[in-house]
């Protein structure tokens, strides 16, 4: 009965250090800059099928309900993703996506040149000029990541950074545990600054 009850414990406790983890990332490197205008950069994930697999699948319904949580008038969706071994690239892949099965008809930008993720702000950022806000939609990690590149490559155009709707409480619960340590993994090069929540958007 103990070990049960010390299992049962232990789980809850991995769950909720799943949830905080991710949701401290969700908040770094962002801020409540306003503006009319927003981009909200879908950034693939390797793709060996000619469709788009459940990781690109998640970050495209990320992407385009992110959309709606603010009130810009103008916004336009880079999917940002090279050639996948079926010769598609992954941009296209979740263009297809967003569009025939989640029939989106808003502004699509695709970007397809870029293999890693320092590439794919690098191939992104001429197409974020003129926009008032920046999103960046993936797993928390991996978005997080990728601002603190746009950082590091255009400090100016990361201060445009705001907050994508790619973490919801409860969303993926069972394996956010896993996610964070992944996630942990993949920002060991990402300085302890700017892993910092932001306090725009700590609540």
Known sequence: ???????????????????WVNWRWSRALVSSSGGSSTAVVVLGYRNPQSTANLINRWRVRAGIRSITSDGAQKTCVIFSGGATSSGVTEARLMADYAKSVLAFNGTVLLEDQSTTTWENIMHVIPLLEDVDRIKIASQPAHAL???????????????????????????WMA????????????????????????????L
């Open 1 to 19: 009965m103990r070990r049960r009850t010390g299992l049962a414990i232990a789980g809850a406790a991995a769950l909720a250090w799943g949830e």
């Open 175 to 202: 394996v956010k545990p896993l996610l964070a340590l992944y996630g942990l993994w993949t920002l060991r090069g990402v300085k302890a600054g700017e892993r910092k929540v932001s306090l725009w958007t700590a």
């Open 145 to 171: 990541k990728a601002r603190a590149y746009l950082r590091r490559q255009r400090p100016d155009l990361a201060e445009r950074l705001v907050r994508a709707d790619d973490y919801r409480p409860g969303e």
